[in-house]
């Protein structure tokens, strides 16, 4: 399938996925300019992590009004798969493609380390290749991981069964200990209501070979990959209407 | 005649706001037992070139909407005062 990978100033994960999507997966990508105002024909396209316009202001609140991101819009309107990986996750809900914000780690502390998330929906076009209740051994890097979202929006998102991934212990216990960040409901991860548009935390991209430590990222790209670009559920309902979208 | 828009943005109540606990401890850790609650948020300055009062708070009001503030956890106000122009 054909990947999209947006570089925005400040981008700093998105060579690391253009070498895990081209060098470990042998996908097609095609690298994006944040002005660039196509995509052009594309199955996925990534927001890949960093610190996108200094990430000043709030994280992803300038990135949100580049250029391509009106392109990023009407794909994801017509159904086209958009994962948002840390930056990406924190521009996806800035532009409120995602509901829900990204603030302060309620620690304080910038938090470089692993972390473990559960995965709460398998039949996502995200996690297509887990069983529900897996465990991912994931790093995160960030100090604005803090999911907050008013609590309308909250239970929304449970009952839509949107929470895709939570942060979580080893034998995938939701624990206070476990969340690192302070995120509401431990939120990792959430996709929207279609199911098209995904947005975590973690980095599924530094965790692809074991020579960084562990393979478990590979499992998010392969979901992808395993339904082609297509956000089409595992029921068979189409939750996209990519082909059947009108003008 | 310009303007100058004194933008504050605030954390929204009930939205965490770890900063704030964390100057709150650190006030009473100075002997500051009195302090209650801290909200810690930012301080924005727009001058804008000539235009009614009127045009240019909705203008003010929009940027807020679109960009200084991020209604899901910030409320915003300004004021808006009348300055020579440099």
């Known amino acids: 399938m054909r990947w999209g990978v947006i570089t925005f100033p400040g981008s700093n994960d998105d060579a690391q996925t253009v070498y895990v999507l081209e060098r470990l997966l042998g996908e097609s ?21 960093g610190f996108s316009y200094g990430d000043y202001l709030r994280c992803g609140a300038m990135a949100r009004f580049s250029p ?28 409120g493609l995602l509901p829900g914000a990204l603030i302060r780690n309620r620690g304080l502390s910038f938090l470089c380390t692993r972390v473990h ?17 897996d465990v991912l051994d994931l790093p995160v890097k960030h100090g604005e991981g803090c999911y907050v979202a008013d609590e ?4 929304a998102l449970e009952a839509g069964r949107q929470v895709v991934l939570r942060y979580a212990d080893a034998d995938g216990r939701v624990t206070p200990e476990s969340n690192p960040n302070g995120s509401l409901g431990a939120i990792a991860g959430i996709r929207n209501a279609r199911g098209n548009v995904f947005g975590m935390m973690p980095h599924p991209e530094h965790a ?7 393979e478990d990222g590979r499992k998010i790209f392969l979901s992808i990959m395993a339904r082609g670009g297509s956000a089409v559920d595992a029921a068979g309902a189409p939750s996209s209407s990519k082909v059947l979208s009108g003008p | 005649m310009a303007w100058l828009a004194r933008v504050y943005v605030t954390p929204k109540q009930g939205v ?28 924005v300055e727009v001058r804008l070139a000539d235009g009614s009062r009127e045009s240019v708070e909705t203008r003010v009001r929009e ?3 679109r960009l200084l503030a991020n209604r ?10 009348a300055v020579a122009t440099e």
């Open chain 1, 29 to 49: 990508v095609v690298r994006l300019w944040h002005k660039q105002t196509a995509l052009g024909p594309l199955d996925c396209v990534v927001l890949p992590g």
């Open chain 2, 72 to 81: 899901v956890i910030e409320d915003f106000r300004f004021d808006l005062d």
């Open chain 1, 117 to 133: 998330v559960r995965v709460e929906e398998a039949e996502t076009a995200f996690t297509d290749r887990c069983q529900r209740g």
């Open chain 2, 16 to 43: 965490l706001d770890p900063q704030g606990k964390a100057v709150q401890r650190a006030l009473h850790s100075l002997g500051y037992p009195e302090v209650d609650d801290v909200r810690l948020g930012k301080y």
């Open chain 2, 63 to 65: 940027m807020c909407e």
């Open chain 1, 208 to 214: 692809c070979e074991w020579l960084v430590g562990g």
């Open chain 1, 152 to 155: 309308a929006t909250l239970r």
């Open chain 1, 68 to 95: 391509i991101m009106r392109a990023v819009e009407e794909f994801a309107a017509s159904g086209g798969l958009v994962l948002g990986i840390c930056n990406g996750f924190q521009i996806l809900c800035e532009a």
